[in-house]
């Protein structure tokens, strides 16, 4: 099968051209040459999709079979894509993300939860990301003449991540000590390792299923006590996790799901239905091994280029220090007090 991948050097596009190329395809990436790494055995074409005239290098490294998706945050250039590709490629596959939902996170999710408002002719910036990917969805309801599969994402993590998430924590149990670990320790997630989406995203340009479809580990795949305690036990050092209350950690600020990565206080149900994906062939594999291959990877000292918000991940060691303090009843008062 002929592959065209729009991106495919950083985390998921990345995968899926690694997996692609291991079952034996013919893979040409689409990208800028500015992030992460061309993988061996692919064929490169250079361009910026944003510059609606580069894609002609794309097409004419054609025919396709199928496009594979990955990059496309802007309605009017996904779009864009659709037009020029649709004569010279067989199926799209889009990745989109579960925060295309309206509903996302406040009700539980299936494929059929309504979507955001956003026009299919919307460019960069003015609307939030969850709103330009539904945007992206309906441009390519519009142009796209052949068979379109949306896929939906909630949390990928494991080798390369870009936004730090998992290697946060795991850098965090590599300090030891005491650590914050927030909220119910029972709650449940649903992450996705990167290599087990590629393969589905894979699954699903070789046509084997239909989309949309959410890509998320069932309910009970793991907990954030489970999650935690095997980043904690993989560094294989003294890390002793204190659980802090979602209403302590909420009144003291505490930002969801970036100061403490993948904390989310329980306002709705974060709960994403599993059973399509399940149904298409998703296979989650545990979530001790995407710890332990991440941090295997992280200690071999390769490099990944960091995503944009990657910033915004992990609290202050002094706020921890004090959090923990304050709720463990270890704060002295003050003089004068
Ligand atoms: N990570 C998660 O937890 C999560 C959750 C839900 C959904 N998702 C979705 O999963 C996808 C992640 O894909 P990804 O990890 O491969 O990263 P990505 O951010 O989609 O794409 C990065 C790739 O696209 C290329 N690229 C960026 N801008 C470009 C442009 N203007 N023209 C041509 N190529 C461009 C980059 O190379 P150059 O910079 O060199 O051009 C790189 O190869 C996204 O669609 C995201 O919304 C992720």
């Not at 730090?164 to 914050?180: C, D, I, K, S, T």
């Not at 399940?278 to 332990?292: D, E, F, N, S, Y």
């Amino acid at each position: 099968m002929r592959v065209l991948v729009l991106g495919g050097t950083w985390f998921l596009g990345r995968a899926v051209v690694v997996e692609a190329l291991r079952r034996g395809h013919d893979v040409t990436t689409f990208n800028r040459g500015k992030t992460g790494q061309d993988v061996p055995g692919a064929q490169v074409v250079r361009g910026d999709r944003s510059r609606h005239g580069d894609l002609a290098a794309a097409v004419a490294a054609g025919p396709f079979d199928v496009v594979v998706d990955p990059s496309g945050y802007v309605p009017v250039d996904v779009a864009a894509a659709a037009h020029a590709l649709a004569a010279r490629v067989g199926r799209y596959v889009f990745v989109s993300t579960v925060d295309a939902y309206e509903d996302w996170p406040h009700a539980p999710i299936t494929e059929r939860s309504p979507l955001h408002e956003c026009p299919p002719d919307v460019a960069w910036g003015s609307l939030p990301y969850g709103h330009l990917k539904a945007g992206c969805e309906r441009a390519l309801a519009a142009a796209w003449p052949g068979e379109l599969v949306v896929v939906r994402p909630g949390v990928l993590l494991g080798v390369r991540e870009p936004k730090g998430r998992l290697p946060w924590w795991l850098r965090r149990m590599e300090r030891g000590g005491r650590v914050l670990a927030p909220g119910e320790p029972e709650r449940r997630l649903q992450p996705v390792d990167v290599r087990d989406a590629a393969a589905f995203v894979v699954d699903l340009a070789e046509g084997r299923a239909d989309g949309p479809v959410n890509v998320v580990a069932p309910q009970g795949h793991t907990t954030m006590r489970r999650l935690l305690q095997a980043c904690a036990a993989v560094v294989e050092r003294n890390a002793e996790l204190v659980w802090l209350p979602d209403d302590a950690l909420v009144a003291a600020g505490v930002r969801e799901w970036t100061e403490l990565p993948m904390w989310r206080p329980a306002p709705g149900t974060w709960a994403v239905d599993a059973t399509r994906a399940r149904a298409a062939g998703l296979v989650c594999r545990p979530v001790t091994q995407t710890v332990a291959d991440t941090w295997r990877w992280m200690k071999s000292g390769q490099q990944v280029a960091e995503h944009w918000r990657t910033a915004e991940h992990g609290i202050d060691p002094a706020k921890e220090g004090e959090l923990l303090r304050s709720w463990l009843g270890e704060v002295r008062p003050g003089p004068g007090r």
